[in-house]
T-cell receptor, first 114, second 117 residues
Framework: AQSVTQLGSHVSVSEGALVLLRCNYSSSVPPYLFWYVQYPNQGLQLLLKYTTGATLVKGINGFEAEFKKSETSFHLTKPSAHMSDAAEYFC????????????FGTGTRLKVLA | DTGVSQNPRHKITKRGQNVTFRCDPISEHNRLYWYRQTLGQGPEFLTY????????KSRLLSDRFSAERPKGSFSTLEIQRTEQGDSAMYLC???????????????FGNGTRLTVT
């Protein structure tokens, strides 16, 4: 069965600084990986996804993530944080076949300091 | 694409009462998921439909929970004899999927927040 671990439940960065949110997955078959963002009292919004092909994927709002199979990681980065990036971020995994559900990590709350 | 719609947005109920939530997915999406989210946690899978068929239900889901998706369109989630531990945000998501592939992203609604007093 697949699983996702997000290291760091809270991350604080200064405005303009690099954002790095960590995600490691476990899967016995090739995974599909996703990052979502959630603002208070709202549902989750897709930031980016990795299915196949290029391992560096770009998403909305300047975010990108790199799939590293050898490290079983899919960390999310953004070169320069904006105040509007303050939110909760979730990494999720699904697999090629056999399991229907998408498994989510416990989330990382990003705080951006002025 | 009008998005996934969930109603109501908020529900306050007394312990022991029954509640029902509705989800209207994106119209062309054949897959529909229900998740539960508590404070400080990620979404927890509850159940999943492909068209009108309920294909999987979490083993953590009590028999008090039931979901339907008649005609493969909207879905309802009912909780009978609510308990305080049922207080959470209930999220609905939909996706367009083919065959056994699960690489399509989920599109989420804004959720229904349930408070059981």
């Amino acid at each position: 069965a697949q699983s996702v671990t997000q290291l760091g439940s809270h991350v604080s960065v200064s405005e303009g600084a690099l954002v790095l949110l960590r995600c490691n997955y476990s899967s016995s078959v090739p995974p599909y990986l996703f990052w979502y963002v959630q603002y208070p009292n709202q549902g989750l919004q897709l930031l980016l996804k990795y299915t196949t092909g290029a391992t560096l994927v770009k998403g909305i709002n300047g975010f990108e993530a790199e799939f590293k199979k050898s490290e079983t990681s899919f960390h999310l980065t953004k070169p320069s944080a904006h105040m509007s990036d303050a939110a909760e971020y979730f990494c999720a995994v699904s697999t090629v076949s056999g399991t229907y559900k998408y498994i989510f990590g416990t989330g990382t709350r990003l705080k951006v300091l002025a | 694409d009008t998005g996934v719609s969930q109603n109501p947005r908020h529900k306050i109920t007394k312990r022991g009462q029954n509640v029902t939530f509705r989800c209207d997915p994106i119209s062309e999406h054949n897959r529909l998921y229900w998740y539960r989210q508590t404070l400080g946690q990620g979404p927890e899978f509850l159940t999943y439909f492909q068209n009108e068929a309920q294909l999987e239900k979490s083993r953590l889901l009590s028999d008090r929970f039931s979901a339907e998706r008649p005609k493969g369109s909207f879905s309802t989630l009912e909780i009978q004899r609510t308990e305080q531990g049922d207080s959470a945000m209930y999220l609905c998501a939909s996706s367009l999927g083919q065959g056994s592939s699960y690489n399509s992203p989920l599109h989420f609604g804004n959720g229904t927040r349930l408070t059981v007093t």
